[in-house]
């Protein structure tokens, strides 16, 4: 049975997706060629994999944002400049060509509003800056990640870097503009709640949905019960949970909280194995 798992966007609980790969690594559900993709922080959890990045490394770069804004008197508005910065304090030089010659699919969602209205889910990368700039994109949530509504890309003429094939060439007009780009959530429909689709761009047989809110509550009904791994909430504490989650999401978290959100998304995947294998 081959899987493709599609992480969901998730905020600061990135560390969530993070326990979650390393368990299903730990169990050989998730190898160099098993299929993945991801909105915000999903496609910043799936980035890090694809490259191999130990998860430590991973959760203390989360832990070092986390004390970051909190100098700078919190979270919104000042993400993407702490992600950027982080990113390239923990990829290496050739993280690019790390992910191109993997050998199972690797995509990085996000919407391009202008000059042309399209859902990219960008799968190949010219350069460890290309590489980057599609993780950002794909986190650049409207007055959250940043003050503003949108990011703007300008494409680096004097290196011929475009973004995908058909961009190539010089009678192709929209090469030349910059382009307006925003988070991955808003790439698929409502009830995919921002994990991207793979049938356009590799074969799965079973898609598994990865996130870090339980999917009943957010509305992401696209797969099967099944084909779940989110946190389990019983109904009487949903309230009460799901505030402390979205919290967490969007404030500023302790070490503690931090490394919880990793164990968490670790045992959530363990249970999903087991159920998987009692089949």
């Given at each position: 049975?081959?899987?493709?798992?599609?992480?969901?966007?998730?905020?600061?609980?990135l560390p969530?997706?993070?326990?979650?790969?390393?368990?299903?690594?730990?169990?050989?559900?998730?190898?160099?060629?098993?299929?993945?993709?991801?909105?915000?922080?999903g496609a910043?959890?799936?980035?890090?994999?694809?490259?191999?990045?130990?998860?430590?490394?991973?959760?203390?770069?989360?832990?070092?944002?986390?004390?970051?804004?909190?100098?700078?008197?919190?979270?919104?508005?000042?993400?993407?400049?702490?992600?950027?910065?982080?990113?390239?304090?923990?990829?290496?030089?050739?993280?690019?060509?790390?992910?191109?010659?993997?050998?199972?699919?690797?995509?990085?969602?996000?919407?391009?509003?202008?000059?042309?209205?399209?859902?990219?889910?960008?799968?190949?990368?010219?350069?460890?800056?290309?590489?980057?700039?599609?993780?950002?994109?794909?986190?650049?949530?409207?007055?959250?990640?940043?003050?503003?509504?949108?990011?703007?890309?300008?494409?680096?003429?004097?290196?011929?870097?475009?973004?995908?094939?058909?961009?190539?060439?010089?009678?192709?007009?929209?090469?030349?503009?910059?382009?307006?780009?925003?988070?991955?959530?808003?790439?698929?429909?409502?009830?995919?709640?921002?994990?991207?689709?793979?049938?356009?761009?590799?074969?799965?047989?079973?898609?598994?949905?990865?996130?870090?809110?339980?999917?009943?509550?957010?509305?992401?009904?696209?797969?099967?019960?099944?084909?779940?791994?989110?946190?389990?909430?019983?109904?009487?504490?949903?309230?009460?949970?799901?505030?402390?989650?979205?919290?967490?999401?969007?404030k500023v978290?302790?070490?503690?909280?931090?490394?919880?959100?990793?164990?968490?998304?670790?045992?959530?995947?363990?249970?999903?194995?087991?159920?998987?294998?009692?089949?």
């Amino acid at each position: 049975m081959k899987f493709g798992f599609s992480f969901s966007p998730g905020g600061l609980l990135l560390p969530y997706h993070v326990g979650v790969m390393t368990s299903l690594s730990e169990r050989g559900y998730i190898t160099d060629s098993t299929p993945l993709a991801g909105s915000s922080a999903g496609a910043i959890a799936v980035a890090a994999q694809g490259v191999g990045i130990d998860a430590q490394s991973v959760v203390e770069s989360t832990i070092r944002i986390n004390k970051k804004c909190e100098e700078m008197g919190g979270a919104s508005g000042r993400l993407l400049p702490l992600l950027n910065e982080e990113l390239n304090h923990i990829l290496p030089s050739d993280a690019h060509q790390i992910v191109n010659e993997r050998e199972g699919f690797i995509g990085l969602a996000f919407k391009e509003f202008f000059p042309q209205e399209k859902n990219v889910l960008q799968s190949s990368f010219v350069s460890r800056d290309d590489f980057i700039e599609a993780v950002c994109n794909s986190s650049m949530f409207p007055f959250f990640s940043t003050n503003w509504p949108f990011i703007l890309r300008i494409s680096d003429f004097s290196l011929g870097i475009f973004k995908d094939e058909s961009e190539k060439g010089f009678s192709n007009l929209s090469s030349f503009l910059p382009r307006v780009v925003v988070d991955g959530y808003f790439t698929v429909p409502r009830d995919r709640f921002g994990c991207p689709e793979f049938s356009s761009y590799c074969e799965v047989e079973r898609t598994i949905t990865v996130s870090v809110f339980p999917h009943e509550s957010i509305g992401l009904t696209a797969s099967e019960k099944a084909d779940r791994i989110s946190t389990q909430i019983p109904k009487e504490d949903q309230g009460q949970q799901l505030s402390t989650l979205f919290k967490r999401a969007t404030k500023v978290s302790t070490e503690e909280v931090v490394c919880e959100m990793y164990e968490e998304g670790f045992a959530d995947a363990v249970r999903w194995i087991k159920e998987e294998e009692t089949k």
